[in-house]
């Protein structure tokens, strides 16, 4: 039976993930507490693993019921700071760190996504497994880490996701709340990089590439991909669905239109 496995939102953009039992869906579609919070610089560029491979040197853990940032460096550093009455003071403690100026920003009611007209990210842990097989070493936690989604299903088969998206594409249902598939997710530099380390897979993108073109459903439309370095799809929460509840265990269930 297909069922929502895992809800892991990405407090700061950037930052290391956070598993949740359930969570809310905003007004603005997205899960609650993802990419809630996010470093600027003076210019208003966001700093994430896109920008530097830095990111990866800290370990960070967040509350969201008491608002408190642990961190740890490499060296064994450990600061805590409180999102929710100081930012400035994690601001300062982040400009040091990573050499720019930051400020640290803050939206409740979307977050800082990247595509901030769509919703979460959706992949199925039958897809991480088979990823993760192709690279030696990779457990299926590393690929997830690297990847990045919202929302795990599992029961399904590798792939399950890529039906969603595409012409004539069904929608699916946790719990009765509907998701649209928008959009496969091309992939940036980040996937190839240990997430601890920061060390990269030589030739990742070739290898991911060759693998992904082998492995494509029938299912799929082929025409909903640009290119073959795509995994996860974007999806949209209908409004009539949002500030309804999300909960490990929920079951999935497709809807044709």
């Not at 470093?39 to 693993?49: A, E, H, I, K, M």
């Not at 190839?192 to 494509?216: H, M, N, W």
Request: net charge negative.
């Amino acid at each position: 039976m297909a069922r929502l496995a895992r809800l892991r939102v990405y407090p700061v953009k950037g930052l290391d993930g956070i598993d949740l039992e359930a969570a809310d869906v905003l007004d603005g579609g997205t899960v609650a507490h993802d990419r809630e919070f996010a470093l600027f610089d003076t210019d208003g560029d966001v700093l994430n693993g896109k920008r530097t491979e830095r990111v990866h040197a800290l370990e960070t853990d967040y509350d969201p019921a008491t608002g408190l940032l642990a961190v740890e460096t490499p060296d064994g550093e450990e600061r805590q700071f409180d999102l929710e009455a100081d930012r400035g003071t994690a601001a300062a403690w982040f400009s040091e760190f990573f050499d720019v100026e930051l400020s640290f920003e803050r939206d409740t009611s979307l977050g800082f996504v990247d595509r901030r007209e769509m919703g979460p990210s959706v992949i199925s842990t039958a897809t991480l497994e088979t990823v993760a097989s192709w690279f030696d070493g990779m457990s299926v936690e590393g690929a997830r880490r690297r990847l990045r989604a919202n929302i795990e299903v599992a029961g399904v088969d590798p792939f399950w996701e890529d039906r969603f998206v595409g012409a004539d594409a069904p929608a699916f249902e946790i719990d009765g709340v509907r998701f649209d598939g928008v959009t496969p997710c091309g992939r940036c530099v980040v996937p190839r990089r240990d997430p601890d380390t920061g060390e990269s897979i030589e030739e990742f993108q070739t290898r991911f590439v060759r693998k992904r073109e082998a492995t494509f459903p029938e299912w799929a439309d082929p025409d909903a991909f640009d290119h073959y370095y795509s995994l996860m799809i974007i999806t949209r929460v209908p409004e009539s669905d949002r500030g309804r509840t999300l909960s490990v265990g929920d079951p999935v269930e497709t809807r044709r239109n």
